[in-house]
């Protein structure tokens, strides 16, 4: 045999058409998973479509509580499976790859492995377990279906949940799909609930989060407003929704807005908390700060969980006024308006709007009926909510030597807020003073020169509006009073207030 003969070359390939024969006289490599599938569906794998639905990431709960509520009919069985495969959360893996095989799975096929959950914490102290990654073997009578369950991707581009059916039979994919949505509307986890949707971060950064909210209950007895100015917002609100169908036989529609303005600190956030309060069956969705990026879908959970409200605060933020100088126009104020009028007529959402600066609202938003149908004006207290104020927040203390009047006439100009944080302020000193809580005239002396050395940050803070008669300095020209917006059907005027957060 010559050198050339005994060449690398020639070597090489002939060993590789050796080693290719011996692949050929080879069983051809199975996986024991596509075999299980297989056999469940008793027929082609590669012929059998796959029917695929997307979810919002915050449907995931539902989504299981949907499964569990389809799996729980009786005569119904399934055998939840696994997949191993490395980096599955990052991958979109679909069904169509895993029985088509491929290069993801390697020659042997996708091979089973740990199913992948995922906890979500719902309302009060409940934990919900979601599956995030498997598969379900389902039998039901003579029908047998796979049903793929894939989790938003912790990063890259897929970042939506993922539904995908396969079955012996076409219609019964369909009829699988078509009760899941059903047991997804019906039992959906945030109905009933106070809940609010914001952006995620890192790698969730497209995705809405929600959490859910115990807002501290507010009785009547806590909300000061001039005579009948509660009940008004009452009647467009809560009556309202008591005589829903019958509003709804007589044809009038059932979408409704109302807008509660004033200077910070007036009462507009107590007498929403008021408002959720009085209806417990209401889904209330929150929308405030980067929130308020996610109309399009808290509109969408509006219309799912009706009856519902959507609680937008410093609505300013979004909707302010076209025109305005150096001011261009928000995207945010175009889809605010377009989900308002999208809303059906037997759709029954309340959109609730406050803002500090109803003068630069957007008219189109404001002074139209059928967007705005209700404006209230929570302006300054006068004396005698000024007096109601200092006896609602002074319960539970012991007052000694004050004199009620002087304060009233002293707190001239303030907001329901600052008597809050007076009366906190006054206990607070009377708490360092010894081992009784007894509030003094001496302690509310203290409590509103503390106040007043905040200067203009204590007047944003705490809405801090006092006539400076009351510290004997002369009085400034009088305080700009928020304008008024045109074309609104103003309310009554009146106050109450809280300067927390609803989130919070």
Same mark, same amino acid.
């Given at each position: 045999?010559?050198?050339?003969?005994?060449?690398?070359?020639?070597?090489?390939?002939?060993?590789?058409?050796?080693?290719?024969?011996?692949?050929?006289?080879?069983?051809?490599?199975?996986?024991?998973?596509?075999?299980?599938?297989?056999?469940?569906?008793?027929?082609?794998?590669?012929?059998?479509?796959?029917?695929?639905?997307?979810?919002?990431?915050?449907?995931?709960?539902?989504?299981?509580?949907?499964?569990?509520?389809?799996?729980?009919?009786?005569?119904?069985?399934?055998?939840?499976?696994?997949?191993?495969?490395?980096?599955?959360?990052?991958?979109?893996?679909?069904?169509?790859?895993?029985?088509? /095989?491929?290069?993801?799975?390697? %020659?042997?096929?996708?091979?089973?492995?740990?199913?992948?959950?995922?906890?979500?914490?719902?309302?009060?102290?409940?934990?919900?377990?979601?599956?995030?990654?498997?598969?379900?073997?389902?039998?039901?009578?003579?029908?047998?279906?796979?049903?793929?369950?894939?989790?938003?991707?912790?990063?890259?581009?897929?970042?939506?949940?993922?539904?995908?059916?396969?079955?012996?039979?076409?219609?019964?994919?369909?009829?699988?799909?078509?009760?899941?949505?059903?047991?997804?509307?019906?039992?959906?986890?945030?109905? /009933?609930?106070?809940?609010?949707?914001?952006?995620?971060?890192?790698?969730?950064?497209?995705?809405?989060?929600?959490?859910?909210?115990?807002?501290?209950?507010?009785?009547?007895?806590?909300?000061?407003?001039?005579?009948?100015?509660?009940?008004?917002?009452?009647?467009?609100?809560?009556?309202?929704?008591?005589?829903?169908?019958?509003?709804?036989?007589?044809?009038?529609?059932?979408? %409704?807005?109302?807008?509660?303005?004033?200077?910070?600190?007036?009462?507009?956030?107590?007498?929403?908390?008021?408002?959720?309060?009085?209806?417990?069956? %209401?889904?209330?969705?929150?929308?405030?700060?980067?929130?308020?990026?996610?109309?399009?879908?808290?509109?969408? #959970?509006? %219309?799912?969980?009706?009856?519902?409200?959507?609680?937008?605060?410093?609505?300013?933020?979004?909707?302010?006024?076209?025109?305005?100088?150096?001011?261009?126009?928000?995207?945010?104020?175009?889809?605010?308006?377009?989900?308002?009028?999208?809303?059906?007529?037997?759709?029954?959402?309340?959109?609730?709007?406050?803002?500090?600066?109803?003068?630069?609202?957007?008219?189109?938003?404001?002074?139209?009926?059928?967007?705005?149908?209700?404006?209230?004006?929570?302006?300054?207290?006068?004396?005698?909510?000024?007096?109601?104020?200092?006896?609602?927040?002074?319960?539970?203390?012991?007052?000694?030597?004050?004199?009620?009047?002087?304060?009233?006439?002293?707190?001239?100009?303030?907001?329901?807020?600052?008597?809050?944080?007076?009366?906190?302020?006054?206990?607070? #000193?009377?708490?360092?003073?010894?081992?009784?809580?007894?509030?003094?005239?001496?302690?509310?002396?203290?409590?509103?020169?503390?106040?007043?050395?905040?200067?203009?940050? @204590?007047?944003?803070?705490?809405?801090?509006?006092?006539? @400076?008669?009351?510290?004997?300095?002369?009085?400034?020209?009088?305080?700009?009073?928020?304008?008024?917006?045109?074309?609104?059907?103003?309310?009554?005027?009146?106050?109450?207030?809280?300067?927390?957060?609803?989130?919070?």
């Amino acid at each position: 045999m010559t050198d050339e003969e005994l060449s690398p070359a020639r070597f090489g390939t002939a060993f590789k058409a050796f080693m290719d024969a011996v692949l050929d006289q080879a069983a051809p490599p199975t996986s024991p998973l596509l075999d299980r599938i297989r056999t469940h569906l008793g027929a082609d794998l590669t012929a059998r479509p796959v029917i695929a639905e997307e979810f919002d990431p915050f449907e995931q709960p539902n989504v299981q509580v949907a499964l569990d509520a389809y799996l729980q009919v009786d005569g119904r069985q399934a055998t939840a499976v696994g997949i191993g495969v490395s980096n599955k959360r990052f991958m979109a893996i679909s069904l169509s790859d895993l029985v088509g /095989g491929g290069a993801t799975f390697g %020659r042997s096929g996708p091979a089973e492995g740990p199913v992948d959950y995922v906890n979500f914490r719902l309302d009060g102290d409940r934990v919900l377990s979601c599956v995030h990654f498997g598969l379900f073997l389902i039998r039901d009578g003579e029908a047998r279906i796979v049903a793929f369950v894939a989790g938003p991707s912790d990063v890259g581009p897929h970042s939506r949940l993922r539904v995908e059916v396969m079955a012996g039979r076409r219609e019964d994919a369909e009829a699988f799909l078509a009760e899941l949505r059903e047991n997804m509307r019906r039992l959906n986890v945030y109905r /009933g609930h106070v809940i609010s949707l914001s952006p995620g971060q890192l790698g969730m950064g497209r995705q809405p989060l929600v959490a859910f909210h115990a807002l501290p209950r507010v009785a009547r007895d806590d909300i000061v407003l001039p005579d009948g100015l509660l009940e008004r917002i009452e009647r467009h609100t809560v009556v309202f929704a008591e005589q829903a169908d019958r509003l709804l036989a007589a044809g009038r529609s059932l979408k %409704r807005g109302l807008l509660l303005y004033g200077l910070p600190g007036t009462g507009k956030t107590l007498t929403v908390m008021y408002l959720i309060g009085r209806m417990p069956g %209401r889904t209330t969705i929150l929308a405030t700060g980067l929130g308020m990026g996610l109309l399009q879908p808290i509109a969408h #959970l509006a %219309r799912t969980l009706a009856p519902s409200m959507v609680v937008l605060e410093d609505v300013d933020l979004v909707a302010e006024e076209r025109g305005h100088p150096f001011q261009r126009s928000s995207p945010l104020l175009f889809e605010l308006l377009n989900e308002m009028d999208g809303l059906r007529d037997d759709c029954d959402v309340i959109f609730v709007l406050t803002t500090n600066r109803p003068d630069i609202l957007e008219p189109a938003l404001a002074a139209r009926p059928g967007r705005i149908d209700l404006a209230v004006e929570l302006p300054l207290p006068d004396a005698a909510g000024r007096r109601r104020l200092l006896e609602l927040y002074a319960r539970g203390l012991v007052l000694r030597d004050v004199d009620l009047d002087a304060i009233v006439e002293r707190t001239e100009g303030v907001t329901p807020a600052y008597v809050k944080e007076l009366l906190r302020k006054a206990a607070l #000193l009377a708490a360092s003073d010894g081992p009784e809580v007894v509030v003094t005239g001496r302690h509310l002396d203290a409590a509103i020169a503390e106040l007043n050395e905040g200067g203009r940050l @204590a007047q944003r803070i705490l809405g801090f509006r006092p006539s @400076a008669e009351s510290f004997g300095q002369p009085r400034p020209s009088p305080v700009q009073q928020t304008p008024r917006p045109t074309g609104f059907p103003i309310g009554g005027s009146g106050s109450e207030g809280q300067p927390s957060h609803l989130g919070s």
